[in-house]
């Protein structure tokens, strides 16, 4: 997801803040989402939605390195099994903190959409 400037809305908070780009065109949707919720909402989502990735690589990763045998790292020592998970991990978190494969941005545009309808009806039920 890229922020590229505005072009082609004169009014509001919009105006003024970047536009999201989804599949190479401005995501208005989850522009006006954003700025319905509030910053630690949007923090918490963003932390959440990297945690997503980084366990869903994790699983990538052990799957991708199940079969290995034989010397070194790999081999099949008693503590390499705890090794190779912890390996595992410490690889799935670096790679969805450096940008992962992009589970994490379609996660946090789900989740902003969502806060964002729950803070819509709840002040649709107040009105």
């Known amino acids: 997801m890229q922020a590229g400037p505005v072009s082609g809305i004169h009014s509001g908070a919009l105006a003024k803040a970047p536009i999201p780009y989804i599949n190479g065109r401005p995501d208005y949707d989850f522009a006006a989402a954003l700025t ?20 869903f690589l994790s699983s990538m990763f052990s799957q ?29 978190k670096s790679f969805a903190k450096a940008g ?13 959409l969502q806060q964002a309808n729950r803070v819509g009806q709840t002040q649709g039920k107040q009105a």
């Open 100 to 112: 992962g494969v992009g589970i994490s941005n379609d996660v946090y545009r789900t989740l902003i």
């Open 64 to 92: 991708m390195t199940s079969g290995l045998n034989g010397e070194g790292p790999f081999g099949n020592t008693p503590g390499t099994g705890v090794w190779r998970s912890m390996l595992t991990e410490q690889y799935s």
């Open 36 to 55: 319905k919720v509030s910053p630690q909402v949007q923090a918490k989502a963003k932390a959440t939605a990297q945690d997503f990735e980084a366990m």
